[in-house]
């Protein structure tokens, strides 16, 4: 495949890589940046006997992203639970899939990190296996495949040819080439595997969707110490994030800088400008819902390079130019989410001030509130807000931040649901 068609074949895909102790992952680097040329978003996770064979730093490199390895780590844990870290993918990639990996994930053993990701997933899973061609062909390994094959997994390979060992026959690992469209195949796919009897019944609301949330405020830099902000908490974008989540979605959380950690169950990325924003939500898209929380903000000045000294020509003036409109280039743009929902904090005329943001911003729903002096809506534990739509507005009471995202995610499933019958 050449040309610019298959460049971006895999553009905003998210590849789980499992490296598994073989010879042949040396072959997964080549993988990664393949991987990575066409556009995916790739995550590392090596066994322990792949680092015997592959330094962690090598993945490092070519997937611009920290490699994950240790099932037990409390940083990693807390950054991103390993239950988000094998739902956010689209597709689990295991390349080499060793006869161990094989036989301990076609037993539903989960002694490390990779074993328990694959267990933990509801993604479908492809293994380029690599082994002797006497490990392959042993009846323990055929067996544990075929009962893979019949969970659902997907194969790759392996190629018959010359081993490293010497002999000859099935086992070498496919190519990154062919591995790479192999992807490409699967993700043509529905790759989510069917809900297990018992899980369905739980219901969450928003259940295989993708819910992309804003929250915070943005800092626009002036010079390298000072920054034009906002008086954004963040508490109410992130308890919608954590609502979401807790309804089944798979959360992508933008938080500007706030003084909160991250909610569990959401992959949160922290950014600082609202340039920086507009980047991040398009590399989160496409998604189901947009929520657009943040209070983005609207001018940004050309930073001085040094920092600006107090001198003899007085006060500095700020020459301020538009920054670019989140909630706008989201809702008219090519990857346009199924609902997209914009925040308006406005201080006078609320429900026309919203109405007319409804409309200029090519939005589903505003949700709009009062943030004039006395209210408290900025940092506080409360808010009100009303919801406007192009049904009209509707008044909700004053609610404590975290009842206001329960219910406005009830409100979105409803209007998905509405949308889908
Ligand atoms: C030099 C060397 C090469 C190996 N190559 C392979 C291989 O290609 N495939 C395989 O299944 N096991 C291979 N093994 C054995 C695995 O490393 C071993 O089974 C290990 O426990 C696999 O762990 P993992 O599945 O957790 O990565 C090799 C071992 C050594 C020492």
Known sequence: MTGVGCARSLAAKRVLLIVGGGIAAYKSLDLVRRLRARGALVRVVMTAAAKEF???LAFVSLANEKVYDDLFSATDEQEMGHIQLSRNADLLVVAPATAHILARAARGLCDDLATTLLLATDKRVLYAPAMNVRMWLHPATQRNVSTLHGDGAWFVGPNIGDMACGEYGPGRMSEPLEIVQAIETALNQDTRLPAPEGLSTRGGALDGLHVVVTSGPTHEPIDPVRYIANRSSGRQGHAIA??????GA?????????ALSDPPGCETIHIESARDMLAAANAALPADIFVAAAAVADWRAEPAIDKIKK????APSLSLVENPDVLASVSRGPNRPRLVVGFAAETRDLDKNAQEKLARKGCDLIVANDVS???GVFGGDMNQAHLVSRAGVEDWPRLRKEELAERLVARLAQMIDGEAS
């Open 373 to 375: 002096e006395g209210t």
């Open 54 to 56: 592959v330094t962690p």
């Open 242 to 247: 954590a609502a979401a989540a807790r309804a």
């Open 311 to 314: 001198g003899d020509q007085g």
């Open 250 to 258: 798979r959360v992508t959380l933008i938080s500007g800088p706030v």
